[in-house]
C-alpha cells in the first residue's frame, strides 16, 4: 500500500495499490510500443504537445500546488512557484529541442562526417519528493522531447503527484504510453532497471540510493545519470556586500522548509565580516514564522516526515555535545506534524557528523575562516560537490572562486538555483552527468556518428 501522509498533520490522506507485476509488465511493453512510433514523431508535433501540458499547468497552478503542499509539506506558496517554473521549463525546451539536438557537418580526410542526436528509449526516471512536479518535469521536458518516452518511478510518499503527471501527458495530447507512472516500492527498482525494454536511468535522491541504480545500471550496462544532494557552501568574503549576502542567505538555506539540494547548508565566512554576518543572520532567522504551509503568512512548513525530523534532530545533537552552539531555534516542535524551528548552528568543527553530512532541514552552519584562502579550503573540505554560492565584490577573487570551488555550479553574488537554460549536476558524490540545458537534453541521447566517404578517381 502506497500513502499520502500530511506532514503538516501527520494524517494519512489517501491510499493507493502498489502496481502489481502484471502491471508493470503491461507498462513496459506499452512504453516499448510507444517509442517506436513516437521517436519517429515530429519537433513541431512533440512542441504542440509539450506547450499544451503547460498551458494545462498553469491554468490549473492552484490545485497543482495544494497536492504538493498536501503531500510533502511545502508552503502553499512556494509550490505555486514551482508549478509556474515547471511550466517555463516545459515551453523552454518546446521550443529549444530542435535547436539543441540539431547535428553538424565535419569534414574528414576521408570524406564528409555527420554528428547527430537520436532517443535512446524508454528511460527510467527515479525522483525524490522534496520537488514532486519540478524534479519531474526537468527530466521529463528534455527527455520527451528528444523523442524518448518515460517511465517514472516517484518518491512513495507523492503519489498524487505522479499519476497526476502522468495524467497531464495524456491530457495535452502526448500519445499512449509515452509518459507512465508505475506506483512501484524500491525493492522493485533493480528488475525495472535490469529489463532489456529500459534504456537508461536517472535518479535524484541520496548518495545510498545512487549507489545502488550506478551499480544495477552498471550490471546491465545502461546509460545512467545521478544528481545526488549536497552540502553546498556560502562563502562570504570581506567584500562582500553583507546585507544582501545576509537577506538572500536566509533564503538560500531556509527554502522548501529547508529541504533542497542545492540549499546553502554551510556558511564560511572569512572573520573581518563573520560577527556582523552572524548578528544579521540569526535576527534575521529570528523572525520566520513556522506554521500551517496554507497559511499565507507562513514561512517554514513541516519536515516531510518523522523520521526526517528524528535525523535532524541528531545531527545537531551531536554537533552540540561535541562543542557546537545553538544561537537560534533548531528544535523540534511537540505536537501534529513534523515541524522544526529554524535555526543557526555556529563553531562547526570537522569531527561533527555535520561536517561531512548533508542536513536536510531549516539549520544554518555556521563556520569562521580566517581569510579567503581558509575559506576555500573548507569550502572544498567536503565529499558533496554540487553548487557552490561566493560573496565579494572583487573580480578577480571571484574568479579565483569560480575556478577553485570544487562544484558542478558556482554562482557569484546569487543563491544557487536551477533553470533550464543551463545545465545542472554536480561533482563528487554529488553524482555524475547533467539535467537541463543541451548538455542535459544530450544526456539521453544517442550521439551517433556517420560518415559518408568519398570515392577518389
Known amino acids: 500500500m502506497i500513502a499520502t501522509q500530511n506532514p503538516a498533520t501527520g494524517e494519512v490522506v489517501a491510499t493507493y495499490d502498489e502496481h502489481d507485476d502484471a502491471m508493470v509488465e503491461a507498462s513496459l511493453g506499452l512504453a516499448a510500443e510507444a517509442f517506436e512510433d513516437y521517436r519517429h514523431s515530429s519537433f513541431v508535433d512533440r512542441s504542440r504537445w509539450m506547450l499544451s501540458a503547460a498551458e494545462l499547468l498553469e491554468g490549473e497552478l492552484p490545485d497543482w500546488a495544494s497536492t504538493i503542499t498536501t503531500e510533502m509539506g511545502k508552503t502553499f506558496a512556494s509550490a505555486k512557484g514551482e508549478v509556474a517554473k515547471s511550466a517555463r521549463a516545459m515551453r523552454y525546451f518546446a521550443q529549444h529541442a530542435e535547436e539543441m539536438l540539431r547535428g553538424r557537418a565535419v569534414t574528414t580526410a576521408s570524406g564528409t ?67 507512465q507512472s508505475l506506483l512501484v516500492e524500491t525493492p522493485r527498482v533493480e528488475g525495472l532497471i535490469a529489463d532489456p525494454r529500459v534504456k537508461a536511468v536517472t535518479l535524484t535522491g541520496s548518495q545510498a540510493a545512487g549507489s545502488a541504480v550506478a551499480s544495477h545500471a552498471g550490471r546491465y550496462v545502461k546509460k545512467s545519470v545521478l544528481e545526488l544532494g549536497g552540502s553546498d557552501p556560502f562563502v562570504v568574503l570581506a567584500s562582500a556586500d553583507l546585507g544582501r549576502a545576509v537577506s538572500v542567505g536566509v533564503e538560500a538555506r531556509m527554502q522548501n522548509n529547508g529541504q533542497s539540494c542545492i540549499a546553502a547548508k554551510r556558511f564560511v565566512v572569512v572573520t573581518d565580516v563573520y560577527d556582523a554576518f552572524e548578528s544579521a543572520y ?67 568543527t570537522p569531527g561533527m557528523r555535520v561536517w561531512h553530512e548533508e542536513v536536510f532541514g531549516p539549520v544554518a552552519l555556521l563556520v569562521r575562516a580566517e581569510d579567503a584562502d581558509e575559506a576555500m579550503r573548507i569550502a572544498n573540505d567536503s565529499p558533496f560537490g554540487l553548487g557552490a554560492s561566493v560573496w565579494s565584490d572583487d573580480g578577480a577573487e571571484q574568479e579565483r572562486f569560480v575556478r577553485g570551488l570544487r562544484a558542478g555550479m558556482v554562482f557569484v553574488n546569487s543563491m544557487v538555483s536551477s533553470m533550464p537554460e543551463l545545465p ?34
Not at 430 to 443: A, D, M, P, T, V
Request: charged letters at 20%; aromatic letters at 8%; proline letters at 7%.
Open 282 to 348: 540569526v535576527d534575521a532567522v529570528r523572525g520566520l514564522r513556522v506554521g500551517d504551509p496554507m497559511d499565507p503568512s507562513t514561512d517554514i512548513g513541516p519536515l516531510v516526515s518523522a523520521r526526517a525530523r528524528d535525523l535532524l534532530v541528531s545531527q545537531l545533537k551531536d554537533a552540540r555535545e561535541k562543542g557546537a552552539s545553538l544561537l537560534v531555534g533548531g528544535e523540534a516542535v511537540g505536537g501534529a506534524g513534523y515541524y522544526f524551528t529554524p535555526g543557526v548552528l555556529a563553531g562547526v
Open 113 to 179: 562526417g555527420e554528428v547527430c542526436y537520436e532517443p535512446i528509449g524508454p528511460v527510467l526516471a527515479i525522483m525524490p519528493w522534496n520537488f514532486p512536479l519540478w524534479q519531474v518535469v526537468r527530466f521529463a521536458a528534455p527527455a520527451l522531447m528528444a523523442g524518448n518516452v518515460g517511465l517514472l518511478k516517484h518518491a512513495p510518499n507523492v503519489p498524487a503527484t505522479a499519476l497526476g503527471i502522468e495524467g497531464l501527458f495524456r491530457r495535452a495530447g502526448f500519445p499512449e504510453g509515452v509518459f
Open 424 to 457: 545542472f549536476g554536480g561533482v563528487g558524490r554529488s553524482g555524475y552527468g547533467r539535467e537541463l540545458g543541451s548538455e542535459g537534453i544530450r544526456e539521453l541521447s544517442v550521439l551517433k556518428t556517420a560518415v559518408r566517404t568519398v570515392e577518389r578517381g
